[in-house]
């Protein structure tokens, strides 16, 4: 499943640098989809950026980033 959230992320980030709106609008729902499906056996954090539509923070955890800046919520320290 993670696989497929980071090519949607992917996807996600290609349409809103081409600002269509209808790939923006479509990766959005398949990763509410995918976190409604996944949610109990995904990473919590993941499972908290997809929540709050941190995109970009979900893609570099996934990527195996350490150094997520952390947001209005706290993120990591």
Excluded: N, W
Excluded at 51 to 75: M, N, V
């Amino acid at each position: 499943m993670e696989d497929r959230i980071k090519e949607s992320l992917i996807a996600l980030m290609d349409g809103i640098k081409r600002a269509d709106g209808g790939a923006i609008a479509s990766q959005m729902a398949m990763l509410d989809g995918y976190l409604e499906q996944a949610r109990g056996t995904l990473h919590p954090q993941l499972v908290h950026f997809l929540e709050r539509r941190s995109y970009p923070k979900a893609l570099l955890f996934l990527g195996g980033e350490s150094a997520i800046p952390a947001g209005s919520c706290g993120g990591r320290p």
